[in-house]
């Protein structure tokens, strides 16, 4: 046996090994995704008034429609709702003056202000808003979410439990019209959804998700604000480990909220997944690498290839299929969805493995049109094109 074939062999050897291990991680989650989501959500004991922050920035598909579900809350205590922009032009602002149509007895405050912090736009748009968020109970939700009518009662049941200091939400995604989108949502509901429910069912993850970030007043000024923050790409990660460090809990209520899929260029989609892949690689190397487990397709159809055919590898691509279907299948009964899309399946599980190679390249990350480096603490500095 030369060298050359000692060299295939073991590939498809460890290949092999990295299949069987993905599938097995497939059937786990495709158990406790139906599971995290069959728990009872807990009803708040009271109903404290409740300011929503909402930073705005640019038009989305269906922008009024998500700002829209928030006015539409069955909360029986009062809300503010507060939208920032930077910019007093900013089209994001027609959307809100629509929804004060819709919602004329809606408490809707409108902040524009210019001031920058650091890169992280976004919170600076946040501190800009909160001197006039009158409330002691903060929920800080993205633009490009929706939730259902009793989304604030099971979020404020949930921050009213011992120990907690701030909730948080795992959320599906709802594609635009058009074949990105749709890969996008693929991505968020069979791959992202179910390592959220294997992290969490396993204490392998610490997660805290930007779109919805609920905490009392006091619990956001023992972390010292959200100014720390402004240099972090994935801030939201950043806050959830200062609530922690203070010996709170961040707790995550089984369901899910739904996050718009915007992407409607292959290049979009791409440097979105390697914005956070990359940024996932800096703040958390050894749990990136062990994210590669979760490609059985492509490391059985790789095995398959350096086996040269072999009569044993042939079962492994159908098995590592026939699991992923299970999943989707698993998860879209779990979010009360349709099931459709089976064929982009198989699609996305090769562009994600090609994505999780690439984001070894480089720490570099394009975050709405300028090129930035993510450091070891997933810090945000100005990068030069490579």
Known sequence: MNAAHLAAVTLAYACAAAAVIGIVYSVLASALIGRFFAKRVDEPASYPPVSIVKPLHGTEWTLLDNLASFCAQDYPGPVQYLFGVHDSDDPALQAVEQLRRLHPRADITVVADARLYGPNRKISNILNMLPHARHDVLVFADSD??????????????????????????????????????????????????????????????????????????????????????????????????????????????????????????????????????TIRRINPLGHFGTALVHPLPFALLALAFSAGAPWAWPLPLTAFGARLALKWRTDRALRQRCRDLWLLPVWDLVAFAIFVASFRSSRVIWRGFSFKVDGDGMLSAARDE
């Open 145 to 278: 979410v929706s939730v259902a009518p009793d989304y604030l009662r099971c979020v404020v049941g949930a921050l009213q439990k011992p120990g907690v200091g701030l909730v948080t939400c795992a959320y599906r995604g709802q594609p635009d019209p058009g074949f990105w989108p749709r890969l996008s949502a693929i991505a968020t509901n069979y791959q992202f959804l179910p390592g959220v429910v294997i992290g969490l069912a396993f204490g392998l993850a610490r997660p805290c998700f930007g779109q919805t970030i609920a905490m009392r007043r006091d619990t956001y000024e023992r972390i010292g604000g959200f100014g720390p923050f402004a240099r972090h790409l994935a801030e939201d990660y950043a806050i959830g480990e200062a609530v922690r460090a203070l010996g709170e809990e961040v707790a995550i209520p089984p369901f899910a909220i739904a996050h718009a899929c915007v992407e409607t260029r292959a290049a979009q989609l791409v440097a979105h997944e390697l914005r956070w892949s990359r």
